[in-house]
């Protein structure tokens, strides 16, 4: 992912604009402290925002690219709405290809991740996980099913549709989080985990495939990471509903903290930093769960044939997500 740490303690003098004194104090990082202390309260500990304000305190002026990192991402974070403080929360940062778990406002996981190219973008929406798939078998949209060229058996036709069953060959790779009413693009593994070494990585059809699929799955499941690679080596798909709500923001914040707390710059590849009100952030209500918890070995055939359903949305792909 993209690492440039710029200083920013004075970049936080744009953070004057949002409060509601108006103060704008520039000159100096005494002054940037003094915006960051008069930010709204409604930017308080509990906000996402508030992450962005610890992180840059620390350091010196920015330019004007860090700035508009700055402005462009408190923006968007408006649109988030979310408590990270409460309960489990995903957030899937599509401008640093990363994703972080929270558990009660405290980072417990995160994963390099690949996110949608520009031409095929990852939304920006606020959803929650229904449920996680485990060895999914892929359903290939209907816009690229001329398009896929496959060996011969690698594909069954269920319903009509081409079903790449689960293996090592599935681009959905062993596990799949699902979205709440996300048109297709949810959280998932990948049959080609070397992509996830390289620096820019808006490589996909819309989906986010995570590096650490596996972990996150069994957080979002409250289960042992070696008790879901079990389930996984049965090869039998299972659909697992979680216990509990977990939330999910797939947003999109070109300055964040890194691992070590200081802020980071991304790269921009939507441009959406000169454009800080371009789009908005679609939200989707949780729903209670449909189905209690399925028992961590329910007795099924090896792959069942499942009602064909997309597993991108029709018309953005042309290959795997």
Known sequence: ??????????????LATLS????????????????????????????????????????????????????GTLARLQG????????????????????????DGAEVLRSRAIVGAPRTPTPRLTSAVPSVRLNPPWYVPASIA???????????????????????RNPLGPVRIGLEASDGVYLHGTSDPRLFARERRAL?????????????????????????????????????????????????????PGEDGRLVLHSDPYGLDRLPNKGVTRRVAPRPPQAEPVPAAPPEPAWREEPAQPDTPAGTASTPP
């Open 146 to 168: 001329a398009t896929i060229d496959a060996a011969p058996g690698s594909f069954r036709m269920v319903n009509g549709t081409p079903v790449q069953p689960p293996g090592p």
């Open 1 to 14: 992912m993209p690492q440039t740490r710029r200083s920013f303690a004075g970049g936080l003098a744009v």
């Open 204 to 256: 996909s059809h819309g989906c986010v495939r995570v590096e650490r699929a596996i972990d996150l799955a069994a957080w979002v499941l409250d289960m042992p990471p070696d008790q879901v690679r079990v389930l996984i080596a049965t090869g039998r798909t299972r659909e697992l509903v979680p216990a509990g709500e977990v939330r999910v923001a797939l947003a999109y914040l070109t300055a964040w």
């Open 80 to 103: 988030l709405a979310f408590d990270h403080t409460r309960g489990r929360f995903i957030l899937a940062n599509i401008a640093a290809a990363e994703v972080i778990a929270f558990q």
């Open 20 to 71: 509601a004194a108006g103060q704008a104090a520039r000159a100096s990082t005494s002054s940037a402290e003094a915006a960051a202390e008069a930010a709204p309260a409604a930017e308080g500990p509990a906000s996402l925002a508030s992450l962005i304000r610890r992180a840059a305190l620390a350091n010196p002026l920015p330019g004007s690219a860090e700035k508009a990192a700055v402005e």
